[in-house]
């Protein structure tokens, strides 16, 4: 199971990667064999904002449906349009091509909250 | 948990096992779109050694089954598979099964999920000279399905199977060992069934894997496959508070017949259609689930059976019950997606036309 060290994650199976305030977010490599293949992914509005914890969308797989929370509170600034085309990049680099939204950080002390890969990794088991 | 005789074939190519009404089964081995559509274009293999065979036996078998079954016994000869069903006396459906008439007995195949249930009802209703034997622990099951299987399964089994007609069987000797060799499936697609003990299952499965030009496909895409077909699987798009008629089984459901249990409740459901069984593909980008809303001019008009992504269509397609009068093909309703209205249409069925079940 990929879990790359240099990336924050939740408990629902997010990553998170906070650069210069904005936070670049995915699901993990554990979350997308779970799921299954991803058939596409329902995206926010540019521009709207989420509570951290919040539903922000869905990613619908074959066989099941599954939220997408927001990891942190803030607005979504771009969302990943290519998966429009091709949802697998989900499947295939959920760290990479895979990633779902950008969203500028509104309270900056959340990453705080985050998990970092040594717990997540035991998270996942 | 219980297990197939396949089991540990499962394990060592890495299948993900589910629980499935007591057993531990694939749902998929790499991906159900990928395994979804090497059925459709060219073979895949299923472990489907759940479900449950009964053996009947005794001079009034005939008789008793065809009073215990909707379809009609009576036109079958030895070599011949028939799609029925049980119900109970107010129509609902108690199981829908597959018969094979063998010359001195029958084979009845039930749902795992049923297998209990079946056996109690069929002993509850038996004549004294009518012997049935739960053979189910004894017997596996293997589908082999696509346009190519007929090719590939020709290459390990003795018999010629290229005059095998859809819904016949014949029986093969391979090592000594009795195989019965069935032109039945799920799947829409050219396809056979082989039933057989343990041990001959495992070495059936090696010796099929071997030719190559096939991949495992697990129960994922058998789901996948049946819904494009509109299929009705047991316990989704029919049960014992669903009868024949309105699930769209009336093909099946012989009134013709003097007497079987649950006739007089199926005429009535002739007579007094209330809702129906309709396939209906999204024309939105959604995927419907079973439970969600249907909906016609903002009223409720039903719920979905079964759902899914079709991955030969590439579009939400789904199967539920509507009130009768918004039935039709063509229709365009609602589906309520977590609260989100989102357009379909209902279709004539199937979804997925170009199988290849007849060739």
Redesign the interface.
């Known amino acids: 199971m990929n879990v790359p060290s240099d990336l924050k994650y939740t408990r629902d199976h997010e990553w998170v990667a906070i650069k210069d305030g904005i936070a670049a977010i995915g699901i993990t490599d554990f979350a997308q064999g779970e799921l299954?293949?991803i058939?596409?992914v329902e995206f926010p509005e540019v521009g709207d904002s989420f509570e951290a914890g919040e539903p922000f969308g869905?990613i619908?797989?074959?066989?099941t449906?599954a939220d997408l929370n927001a990891p942190v509170s803030g607005k979504i600034l771009e969302i990943n349009e290519d998966l429009d085309n091709d949802p697998s990049k989900v499947?295939s680099d959920p760290y990479g091509d895979g990633w779902i939204v950008k969203v500028k950080l509104s309270k900056s002390h959340e990453q705080d909250e985050l998990m970092d890969a040594t717990s997540y990794e035991e998270l996942i088991g | 948990m219980k297990r197939t005789p396949l089991y540990n074939k499962h394990v060592d190519l890495n299948a993900r096992m589910v629980e499935f009404f007591g057993y531990n089964m694939p749902i998929q081995y790499t991906s159900i779109v990928e395994e979804h559509n090497a059925v459709r274009n060219s073979c895949g293999i299923f472990d489907v050694s759940h479900m449950g065979e009964f053996i009947l036996s005794g001079e009034d078998a005939e008789s008793f089954l065809n009073k215990m079954t909707i379809n009609d016994i009576y036109t079958m000869n030895p070599g011949d598979a028939q799609y029925s069903a049980m119900c109970y006396k107010n129509g609902g459906i108690i199981d829908d099964i597959l018969v094979y008439k063998f010359d001195n007995q029958y084979m009845l195949v039930v749902n795992a999920s049923n297998l209990e249930k079946d056996f109690n009802w069929l002993n509850q209703h038996k004549p004294d000279d009518v012997i049935i034997n739960d053979v189910s622990q004894e017997t596996g099951l293997i589908a082999l399905q696509g346009p190519d299987s007929r090719n590939i399964l020709q290459k390990v089994v003795n018999v010629d199977i290229s005059k095998l007609k859809f819904y016949t069987f014949v029986e093969d000797n391979i090592d000594g060992r009795n195989v019965i060799i069935a032109r039945t499936g799920y799947t829409g697609e050219l396809g056979y069934e082989i039933y057989a003990d343990h041990d001959s299952i495992q070495k059936f499965w090696d010796a099929i894997m071997e030719t190559g030009g096939l991949i495992p496909c697990g129960l994922g895409c058998r789901d996948t496959l049946r819904m494009e077909m509109k299929f009705c699987l047991y316990g989704n798009d029919i049960d014992e508070t669903t009868n024949p008629i309105e699930a769209g089984l009336g093909w099946i459901t012989k009134t013709g017949k003097p007497d079987f249990i649950g006739r007089e409740a199926v005429l009535t459901a002739k007579e007094h259609k209330t809702r129906r069984l309709i396939a209906f593909e999204m024309t939105e980008r959604a995927v419907p689930r079973q439970g969600y809303k249907l909906i016609f001019q903002e009223n409720e008009i039903g719920f979905v059976t079964s759902g899914t992504q079709s991955p030969s269509l590439q579009k939400g397609i789904g199967l539920g019950y509507v009130q009768e009068g918004n039935h039709k093909p063509g229709t365009e309703i609602g589906v309520d997606i977590r609260g989100k209205m989102k357009k379909a249409i209902i279709i004539k069925p199937p979804f997925y036309k170009q199988g290849t079940a007849h060739l």
């Open positions: 299954g293949d058939v596409f869905t619908e797989a074959v066989k449906v499947n």
